[in-house]
């Protein structure tokens, strides 16, 4: 058995927990008592890397989900990764109705935010890398946006053309090299074919333009690969930009794929939006800058981080200028890499995107599975947009903090407003499984011990063997047993059950995470099993940062400076402010080196 010394240099190298030993899978069947529940309008399709539901079309489901696993495909390819093995759990995706039904949800992006984008740009998607796996919802309608004309179009004149470089595809490291930890995007391989320019045509009089649906789901499935497989601090412009660079992918049927063709009416938007000089974002001065908000567009980073990927020179300049970043330093002076940044604009602003190089990749006729689909019953499909909402409901701003009193009071509002509408639909469904897990998740997330192991237990009576409902019970039995007086002999129970959640599914984060969980908030020194366990956790979910801060923390307690930082810089420094980010750079800053 290999010890906590032999792991913490590897630092992701982790291993199972000794002490809470795998057992058989677990049974997800849902045992019903009473009449069968009717079918609802939902279904849920999956692949080997998603998990996608929709109340939409079957066939709409089955081609987004097929296209997601083509995608996730590509992306593996061009970085080098379809050999390698994949702990990772499950992206989970949701595909609701139209904007008004999605903005009913008020799904506040709190890990996630792109832009700073021009109003009309603030699209419908929700992307959350929760500590159990992370979801992403979006809107199943395209998005109409009506522009208005600007009168200065400085800084994105096409005036020359692009002549495709035949060499090394974007972003590509010479072949036998191996994936570097920085690279935009290492090498090919056989598979990836550099093809000629594509034109397009549009009509520069209209003033509004449409967004696909499918672009926004698949962009926002770049980003959660690029930070799940490749977790490093990134600058929020690069990440938004690899997302719509993909974003425009397209599935042929032949099995051909490709990437790079710019999206629908790009010219469009930059020929009726003020530019926004790039030397601004690479500096990340735009994130603080007013007219960001009034003039920065997903279609200005898709432009930016094209010319850069397909641009022999930039592209090495990117890659110095990412491991700079992932190394924590900071943006301006990370964008020293690029030289002249003048120069840089005014290459951007000559750089003709009506004929661009882009990528062709062919997909494997024998990876074409077709997507596993199944109907929800009306009882599991009344709680689906519960599970997305649970997450900014029960996120609610620390207390201490005078700036952020109001807020908080607000927050704490909605959220038991929201809780208690939960425990009603709990009520009405109370042979549903599902619906007493989210509910007694959504009460320990809220500090309520006692109503969590009531309905963990209600859950547990429906299925005995679920490993979510033992969790969250252990979770509320260690709430209960901190304020107990027989605290020691509770505590160690809270851990049994918790244990016995991790035998039942040994696969999940969320008993290992709480396990370690149980030792930190007792002011206990976790057991190396706790820490180890931990280990494993994190590398189920990369992208969450509340398994990196807890990890960091207690490498930084073995003395592990450099493990610990290299947890934390991606918490600390990462292309989104997440509610962890400020105790991760709290920590970094008492961290030698």
């Known amino acids: 058995m290999r010890t906590l010394a032999t792991i913490v240099p590897a630092c992701l190298a982790l291993a199972p927990l000794p002490a809470l030993a795998q057992a058989p899978a677990r049974d997800d069947s849902i045992t019903v008592?009473?009449?069968?529940?009717?079918?609802?309008?939902?279904?849920?399709?999956?692949?080997?890397?998603?998990?996608?539901?929709?109340?939409?079309?079957?066939?709409?489901?089955?081609?987004?989900?097929?296209?997601?696993?083509?995608?996730?495909?590509?992306?593996s390819a061009l970085l080098n990764r379809t050999e390698q093995a994949d702990a990772t759990i499950k992206l989970r995706v949701t595909l609701v109705g139209d904007d008004v039904e999605f903005a009913a949800m008020r799904l506040k992006n709190t890990r996630s935010s792109p832009g700073p984008y021009a109003q009309a740009f603030r699209n419908a998607r929700y992307y959350d890398p929760r500590e159990d796996g992370a979801v992403l919802a979006s809107s199943r309608y395209d998005q109409n946006i009506e522009l208005q004309r600007g009168s200065d179009l400085n800084g994105f004149l096409r005036s020359t053309q692009l002549v495709p470089d035949p060499v090394i595809p974007p972003g590509m490291a010479p072949q036998g090299q191996g994936v570097g930890a920085f690279d935009p995007i290492p090498y090919t391989g056989q598979a990836v074919q550099f093809t000629g320019p594509g034109d397009?045509?549009?009509?520069?009089?209209?003033?509004?333009?449409?967004?696909p649906a499918e672009n926004r789901i698949y962009a926002a499935y770049a980003q959660h690969y690029l930070l799940t497989y490749f977790p490093h601090a990134y600058p929020r412009w690069y990440?938004?930009?690899?997302?719509?660079?993909?974003?425009?992918?397209?599935?042929?049927?032949?099995?051909?794929?490709?990437?790079?063709?710019?999206p629908r009416d790009y010219m469009r938007v930059l020929d009726n939006h003020l530019s926004y000089p790039a030397p601004k974002v690479l500096t990340g001065a735009y994130l603080v800058d007013k007219k960001a908000g009034e003039r920065w567009t997903p279609y200005h980073a898709w432009v930016l981080t094209h010319m850069l990927f397909f641009n022999d020179t930039r592209r090495q300049q990117l890659r110095a200028y990412l491991a700079k970043i992932a190394s924590g330093y900071p943006m301006a002076e990370a964008a020293e890499a690029f030289?002249?940044?003048?120069?840089?604009?005014?290459?951007?602003?000559?750089?003709?995107?009506?004929?661009?190089?882009?990528?062709?990749?062919?997909?494997?006729a024998a990876l074409a599975e077709t997507p596993i689909v199944r109907r929800l019953t009306e009882g599991q499909a009344a709680f689906v947009k519960g599970q997305l909402e649970l997450g900014p409901r029960v996120t609610v701003p620390p207390a201490g903090k005078a700036d952020l009193a109001a807020l908080r009071i607000a927050a704490l509002r909605e959220r038991d407003d929201w809780l208690e509408r939960l425990r009603g639909d709990a009520r009405r469904y109370k042979n549903n499984r599902d619906a007493q897990i989210l509910l007694a998740e959504a009460e320990c997330r809220s500090g309520h011990a006692l109503e969590c192991v009531a309905a963990a237990d209600r859950a547990l009576a429906i299925d005995p063997k679920s490993?979510?409902?033992?969790?969250?019970?252990?979770?509320?039995?260690?709430?209960?047993?901190?304020?107990?007086?027989?605290?020691?002999?509770?505590?160690?129970?809270?851990?049994?059950?918790?244990?016995r959640a991790n035998r039942n599914n040994p696969e999940s984060p969320l008993p290992l995470i709480l396990y370690y969980r149980s030792f930190a908030d007792a002011g206990e020194t976790p057991p190396d099993v706790a820490i180890e366990g931990l280990m494993k956790a994190a590398d189920a979910?990369?992208?969450?940062?509340?398994?990196?801060?807890?990890?960091?923390?207690?490498?930084?307690?073995?003395?592990?400076?450099?493990?610990?930082?290299?947890?934390?810089?991606?918490?600390?420094h990462g292309a989104y402010e997440s509610p962890e980010a400020a105790e991760a750079r709290a920590l970094l800053a008492t961290l030698s080196g």
């Open 467 to 499: 490993g979510d409902a033992l969790a969250w019970k252990g979770a509320g039995q260690v709430g209960l047993a901190l304020v107990a007086s027989n605290r020691a002999a509770r505590l160690k129970n809270a851990r049994a059950t918790i244990a």
């Open 541 to 572: 979910v990369p992208a969450a940062p509340g398994p990196r801060l807890l990890l960091g923390e207690a490498l930084a307690k073995r003395g592990a400076t450099e493990a610990a930082r290299r947890m934390l810089i991606p918490v600390a």
């Open 33 to 75: 008592t009473g009449t069968r529940e009717a079918p609802s309008n939902w279904r849920v399709a999956e692949t080997d890397h998603v998990v996608v539901l929709s109340d939409g079309k079957e066939s709409e489901l089955v081609r987004i989900a097929g296209n997601l696993e083509r995608l996730h495909y590509l992306l």
């Open 239 to 262: 990440v938004d930009g690899f997302g719509e660079l993909f974003g425009t992918v397209a599935m042929k049927d032949d099995g051909e794929i490709e990437f790079g063709r710019p």
């Open 200 to 211: 397009i045509s549009i009509k520069i009089n209209e003033l509004s333009v449409t967004i």
């Open 339 to 364: 030289g002249d940044l003048g120069q840089l604009q005014k290459e951007l602003a000559a750089y003709d995107n009506r004929k661009v190089p882009y990528v062709r990749v062919t997909f494997p």
